[in-house]
């Protein structure tokens, strides 16, 4: 065959780029269960992370297995459903779903402070999705603690949210109002006026992604209201 052909030109390089294709899925295959691994313990620090337990990539794990005393599903109801694994309910799928058909993840966590019980959330920031997690005191009303993060919002504005000074905020806000009804929390804009307990400042120039998880947190609390009702009284 005439190697300064056309024929083969093309047969070279067809052979090249299946070759680096097989390569590329074998390093694929081979580091998949390593990102698994990763993600499985950057959620198990964010979990942690919500009642105020810091950790490693080193230590998540065995700090996990220690505080998470307990994880189940709820329904919108309130009710268990048995011989689901919690851990790994994907929320993005949950949340597509309607309210009523929606598998809600919680965790419980036993502290020096008593029982809390930790919650998912996902929603919608500026540039993608946010999530985290946020842990309740035993009275079912009182933030504990929370965290949050993001896919891409912007450096120094909505990627705010991922800041402990943000987070921190959040601590002992409530998220029923006097008369039992969930109003949440308000990320307040510069200027509004919202109860101090069921507000924080928003972030400067931030807006949209503050909106973004206001809405979150009321939507996903709004799922787990009877689970919560259930549990005060």
């Known amino acids: 065959m005439d190697r300064n052909g056309n024929i083969y030109t093309f047969i070279y390089a067809a052979i090249m780029v299946i070759l680096v294709a097989a390569i590329l899925a074998s390093v694929a295959m081979a580091l998949k269960p390593l990102q698994t691994k990763n993600i499985e313990i950057e959620k198990k620090q964010d979990i942690l992370a919500s009642v ?10 065995n700090l996990y297995e220690e505080k998470i005393r307990k ?32 598998l809600l993840p919680v965790f419980e966590c036993e502290t ?21 997690y946020i842990s309740i005191d035993s009275d079912m009303n009182t933030i504990y603690g929370a965290t949050f993060d ?23 806000k409530k998220l029923f109002d006097q008369s039992g009804g969930l109003i949440s929390v308000t990320i307040k804009k510069s200027g509004q006026s919202a109860p101090e307990e069921h507000s924080v400042d928003g972030i400067s120039g931030g807006t949209i992604t503050s909106k973004g998880l206001e809405k979150m947190l009321l939507d996903d609390l ?12």
């Not at 105020?52 to 794990?61: K, M, R, Y």
């Not at 020096?112 to 985290?132: C, D, F, H, V």
């Not at 896919?151 to 905020?169: D, H, M, R, Y």
């Open 52 to 61: 105020n337990i810091e950790s490693t990539a080193t230590d998540a794990a």
């Open 222 to 233: 709004n799922s787990y209201r009877e689970f919560l009702i259930s549990k005060k009284s």
């Open 150 to 172: 993001h896919q891409g919002e912007t450096p120094g504005l909505g990627a705010e949210i991922s800041t402990k000074s943000f987070q921190n905020a959040f601590k002992g």
């Open 71 to 102: 994880q189940y599903v709820v329904n919108s109801k309130g009710e268990i459903i048995e011989g689901v694994d919690a851990f790994n309910i994907d929320l993005k799928k949950e949340r597509a779903k309607p309210q009523e058909g929606q």
């Open 112 to 132: 020096e402070t008593g029982l809390k019980y930790i919650l998912p959330l996902r929603g919608a920031g500026l540039w993608g999705p946010i999530w985290g």
